[in-house]
């Protein structure tokens, strides 16, 4: 029995530090730190964990495809994805962000959850369940070589993508006064808005921000699954917010580091799990998930302090 | 507070769910269906409230207590003779072993509450956003373990054969049970510590309340009453493991947060106020006659409008449609000094 596990742990461990099975998990780490990011920002802001993060992109995604069965170029239909996704991310603001500032995490948690559904359930009336095909970008699943070693140039894109997005991300945060005033919202929302920090504009900003991370998401995740359904970057957004808690929701480092550890496990765990374990991934995930939280309630990536009850 | 007055808070839910039974009964056998299912709803939506209304704290996972105790009660009513034909991978005690109707909903309950217990007994020490996500990593754990693991029931496929024993007295008497359970706990002591603890941590402890005991303890009661729920379920349609996953989760937690979370009166109106509304719009969307013309929604509306709703809800009035209080003999007083002409000054 022993020996069967250590030789699968073995394998476990060979398969994980294959480069392929390595560059494929930062890939999608760095999607999913883009995501973390997007969620994070609002969450800063509001005090809103918002669950209709995954239809934000549900919907740029659609948009592609629509571009896309339409013949459209890749750059109109990814001005398209931008326009549809930040749309309707102002409207979401506006009619349920908005009028719900002030309340319990919870119940704003639980508002979110059902906007997520108002969209899946609307893209389901709309587009059917089997959903259309956004298939412009699909050439970037072609592995490309670096030195020796084959990876696919999606994981490279990916990583620069998010590294390009997050640096200028942090110099909007640190270099502008309206970053200035996110970052002072973020820290304390009431003695911000005493001092003369708009609250309205602070939280559109936030708001069009992380919809602009969706839609490059969407257009990343369209590379790598084509097919945009109802329920497209759902489970990856319920596995991003899991991260998110992980990595610790009250600043935005720990919130992206923790996305992006939960991609790269996941991304591991997917690449190098023997075929007969593979279906138990989120199995696997979710039991990380739970045990880092209760070592580390307050957040894996955050220092001193201790958990407040605010719910 | 006298016995009398106390048992006012019980006599509405228990009216509500009666009435719905004594509706159902008169009505065609296709449409008593939406009667069932509504009660098995009230069941399912009580037991959540007997954690998430009384505590406080949110939790996603319990329809994974309600799939544990579909799957017992499931697993172990189907005919020895069936079970191969959609389950044959079976664990042999499993495969051996078939119990009547009653005893499978009393595993099923048993099954839930265990399981609850199990995974309380760490969980319950989180509170906030972290509870929150780790009852929907239970959730999420137990969709995946149930939909592969095929020693312990069926899969993917859908679990046919299983009697189908609740019929609306079945489903009736199930709800008024849950709903007398969850009174009685929540006039008990421990009920009464552990709402002490959801209106002010701080005071609770001070006078003595171990907050972790009181929301394990209301944990495995409503993970049992869920188990419960989920036995009646299974013996009410052919389930598949994708019913009792995120739509159920959420459709549920609308329901409680529509009614008014934070009572047992809120809980009930709330599951068959959004039954009785997914119902309508159910028939609307294979066609409807209003009035002599026929109306033709395109199918998913329901969930467009409930959904609708309920961010609607948390808007305009986040305590829900009962403003999470108890019905008692004032608020009907107050309702009947209303009804007539409505003058402002009279309802204080």
């Not at chain 2, 006298?2 to 009964?25: I, K």
């Not at chain 2, 709703?309 to 986040?318: F, G, K, N, Q, S």
């Not at chain 2, 449609?321 to 009907?332: A, H, R």
Request: aromatic share 8%; net charge positive.
């Amino acid at each position: 029995m022993n020996v069967l596990v250590a030789s699968g742990l073995t394998d476990f461990l060979h398969d994980a530090v294959e480069p392929q099975v390595q560059a494929d998990a930062i890939g999608l780490g760095a999607v999913f730190a883009l995501m973390a990011v997007g969620i994070g920002l609002v969450f800063g802001v509001l005090r809103l964990i918002n669950f209709a993060y995954g239809q934000l992109i549900m919907a740029g995604g659609f948009a592609l495809a629509y571009a896309s069965e339409r013949g459209w170029p890749v750059v109109a239909g990814i001005a398209l994805c931008v326009a549809v996704v930040v749309v309707l991310s102002l409207a979401m603001e506006r009619v349920v962000f908005r009028p719900l500032r002030g309340q319990s995490p919870a119940s704003m948690l639980v508002a979110t959850f059902a906007v997520a559904f108002l969209l899946q359930s609307i893209a389901l009336i709309w587009f059917g369940p089997l959903g259309k095909n956004a298939a412009s970008l699909v050439e970037l699943n072609q592995p490309m070589s670096i030195g020796s070693v084959e990876v696919r140039k999606i994981a490279v894109v990916s990583l620069v993508t998010a590294a390009v997005a997050l640096a200028l991300l942090l110099l909007l945060l640190n270099r502008t006064s309206i970053g200035l005033h996110m970052r002072a919202a973020a820290l304390d929302f009431p003695t911000a808005r005493l001092v003369g920090v708009r609250a309205n504009a602070v939280s559109a900003v936030a708001v069009v921000l992380a919809g602009l991370l969706a839609a490059i998401v969407a257009v990343l995740l369209t590379v790598q699954f084509p097919t945009v359904t109802p329920t497209f970057a759902l489970n990856e957004t319920i596995i991003v917010l899991a991260g998110v808690v992980v990595g610790g929701m009250n600043r935005l480092l720990p919130a992206t580091l923790g996305g992006f550890a939960i991609g790269y496990v996941s991304g591991i765990l997917g690449g190098a799990l023997p075929t007969n374990q593979s279906q138990y991934l989120s199995t696997f995930l979710f039991l990380l998930v739970i045990v880092v939280l209760l070592l580390r309630p307050e957040g894996l990536f955050t220092r001193g302090g201790h958990a407040v009850e605010r719910v | 507070m006298t016995l009398p007055r106390s048992l006012v808070q019980l006599a509405g839910p228990v009216t509500l769910v009666v009435a719905a039974a004594l509706v159902g009964a008169t009505v065609s056998r296709s449409t008593e269906i939406y009667f069932i299912n509504a009660l098995v709803m009230v069941s399912i939506v009580v037991a959540l409230y007997v954690f998430v209304g009384n505590s406080g704290v949110l939790s996603f996972g319990h329809i994974s207590f309600v799939a544990v105790g579909a799957w017992a009660a499931g697993v172990l009513s189907v005919p020895e003779a069936e079970k191969p034909a959609f389950m044959p991978y079976l664990f042999g005690f499993l495969r051996d072993t078939t119990v009547g109707n009653v005893p499978s909903l009393v595993l099923a309950g048993v099954a839930g509450g265990v399981f609850a217990l199990l995974v309380g007994l760490p969980l319950m020490r989180l509170s906030g956003l972290a509870a929150g996500i780790a009852t929907f990593a239970v959730l999420e754990i137990t969709h995946n373990v149930l939909r592969y693991y095929e020693k312990v029931g069926p899969g993917l496929n859908t679990f046919s054969s299983v009697p189908e024993t609740t019929d609306l007295q079945q489903a009736a008497l199930g709800a008024l049970v849950v709903v007398a359970v969850a009174f009685a706990y929540q006039r008990s002591r421990f009920g009464r510590q552990l709402r002490a603890a959801r209106e002010d941590p701080a005071a609770a402890r001070a006078v003595g309340v171990s907050i972790y005991r009181q929301r394990l303890a209301a944990f495995a009661l409503s993970g049992f009453l869920a188990g419960l729920a989920g036995g009646l379920y299974v013996h009410f349609l052919p389930l598949q493991i994708d019913g009792v996953y995120l739509d159920l989760t959420f459709i549920t937690l609308a329901m409680l947060v529509i009614g008014g979370a934070t009572s047992l009166w809120g809980a009930v109106v709330g599951a068959l106020a959004v039954s009785a509304l997914d119902s309508v719009l159910a028939n609307a969307e294979t066609g409807i006659e209003v009035l002599g013309r026929s109306f033709d929604v395109p199918a998913g509306t329901r969930l467009v409008v409930v959904s609708a709703l309920m961010a609607l809800v948390l808007i305009v009035r986040p305590s829900g449609l009962t403003g999470g209080k108890e019905l008692t003999f004032d608020s009907l007083r107050r309702l009947r000094a209303r009804a007539p002409s409505a003058p402002k000054e009279a309802t204080e």
